[in-house]
């Protein structure tokens, strides 16, 4: 079965300290992960995907198959970082549906 | 990017009424649309998945009687949730894609439901 697993409801830090977001995942096959980002008041929005390798907004996610984990990090957060971030997994082979995790809130304090 | 709209962005409704709620993508075709059911400070639930012009597939323990869904064109899909009860209220999120293995999925802004 797929599942998307977010540890931390919560993650509470200060601007300039690093930041990781952990996301752990349960998948038979090559899935396609993926985190986005809901803004207070905002729809989701993509924010990055394993495929594409890149950084946005200062952000980075190395997908690890042999510990099944897509964890978040960033490493100076920022007070405009402060929103909801959920992990998604895409199996292959299927209609394409995203499976969310829990969701994590990050607040970063001034 | 690509836009996803979504109508009404809030509905009040009295117990028993149905309710539809549209989903449009404004500058893509999409043919795969997703409906999604977010609680308070919850994660999204996929409740179905639809493929333009064909029967939308519900996820397990979604009532596709209770909980219609119509994608009649690659640009519009309908939520019509009937016969709402209280327990319906929630916040609803429809999302969509373009054809293609790796093709982005965008999604919509959310519509509140609120069932007296």
């Known amino acids: 079965a797929q599942r998307v697993t977010q540890p931390e409801k919560l993650l509470s830090v200060f601007k300039g300290a690093p930041v990781e977001l952990k996301c752990n995942y349960s998948y038979s096959g090559s899935p396609e992960l993926f985190w986005y980002v809901q803004y207070s008041r905002q729809r989701l929005q993509l924010l990055l995907r394993?495929?594409s390798r890149e950084s946005i907004k200062g952000f980075t996610a190395d997908l690890n198959k042999g510990e099944t984990s897509f964890h978040l990090k960033k490493p100076f957060a920022q007070e405009e970082d402060s929103a909801m971030y959920y992990c998604?997994?895409?199996?292959?082979?299927?209609?394409?549906?995203?499976?969310f995790g829990q969701g994590t809130t990050l607040q970063v304090k001034p | 990017g690509a836009v996803v709209s979504q109508h009404p962005s809030w509905v009040i409704c009295k117990s028993g009424t149905s309710v539809k709620i549209e989903c449009r993508s404004l500058?893509?075709?999409?043919?795969?649309m997703f409906w999604y059911r977010q609680f308070p400070k919850q994660s999204l639930m996929l409740m179905a998945t639809s493929n333009e012009g064909s029967k939308a597939t519900y996820e397990q323990g979604v009532e596709k009687d209770k909980f219609l869904i119509n994608h009649a064109s690659l640009t519009l899909s309908t939520l019509t949730v009937t016969s709402a009860h209280p327990e319906d209220s929630s916040f609803y999120i429809c999302?969509?894609?373009?054809?293609?293995?790796?093709?982005?999925?965008?999604f919509g802004p959310g519509t509140r439901l609120t069932v007296l």
């Open positions: 999302s969509a894609r373009q054809a293609g293995l790796y093709s982005e999925q965008f």
């Open positions: 500058d893509f075709q999409a043919t795969t």
């Open positions: 998604a997994l895409r199996g292959s082979g299927n209609t394409g549906k995203l499976i």
């Open positions: 394993h495929i």
